[in-house]
């Protein structure tokens, strides 16, 4: 008997544990678009984004994804207005390690003692006395990468923090890292189009720790008029998004897609792509294509 999905969608994408116990849908919600331009300052509308962030959990996400760098704060004090008191089966994961001077404008900043504000900071923000995934922004080469995550190790001790994840690392990396402190998670770039962290990908895999692809509908020419997501979505009856969102989901188990958006009808759609189940030879297809 399949299983009715048609009020929590999201469901449908199935679960994931990061660090073997953080139960999560894998289709989540990356809050980065919350803000305002060049992920700066308040929303346009921050009713919309309240509207945005409740909607997420009404359609069955569990995992929601955010920084202190995204606005700064203004996307962690939205999700903080907008679900606290948190339900019990939602996730908040928040980064901390890069420093805003302007609109676009990221610096990294990996001194422990920056670390720790942030991650005391993100607390607050957030109303959590734990940051279930506290993730390093960027590595910065500036600063000795024991000292990062050492400093994140004793934040994990002190049980302001329960799992450690790293964002934008090569495979070299992360084993660098693991000899350090235990690593749940890594978030890189990778969609269908951009699948230039395929190898940090497969070592995820192959390690059981969750890979959080940031910028996950990025089509570009695979969804023109006449292209290969344009075939298959009009088979399914879907958009070249969803179609994009429903092949991440299928490539890999230890894969969570954070699809972000800023409204409440373009969330419903990127939701609905739990839903859609590729054949063998559409998976196939979509893969070859780019």
Known sequence: MSTDFSKQPAKASGTYRIGGDLAVDRLGY???QLTGPGVWGDP????????VLRRAVELG??????????????SELLIREALHPYADDVVIATKGGFTRSGPG????????????????????????DSIPLYQLHRIDPKVPLADQLGELALLQQEGKIQHIGLSEVSVEQIEASQAITT?????NLYNLA?????????YCERNDLAFIPWFPIATGELARPGGPLDAIA????????????????????????????????HLEENVAAAEVRLTDDEFEALAKAA
């Open 30 to 32: 990356g809050a980065m």
């Open 194 to 202: 951009n699948r230039s962290a395929e190898a940090v990908l497969d």
């Open 105 to 128: 404008d990221w610096r990294a900043v990996g001194r422990p003692e920056y670390l720790r504000q942030q991650c005391e900071l993100s607390l607050r923000h957030l109303g959590l």
């Open 183 to 187: 690593i749940a998670s890594v978030q």
């Open 61 to 74: 996400v569990t995992f929601i994804d955010t920084a202190d760098s995204y606005g700064p704060f203004v």
């Open 234 to 265: 009009n088979a399914h009856g879907s958009s070249p998004a969803q179609l994009a969102l429903a092949w991440l989901l299928r490539r890999s188990p230890v894969m969570l897609p954070i699809p972000g958006t800023s409204s409440v009808a």
């Open 44 to 51: 346009k509308d921050p009713a919309e984004a309240v509207r």
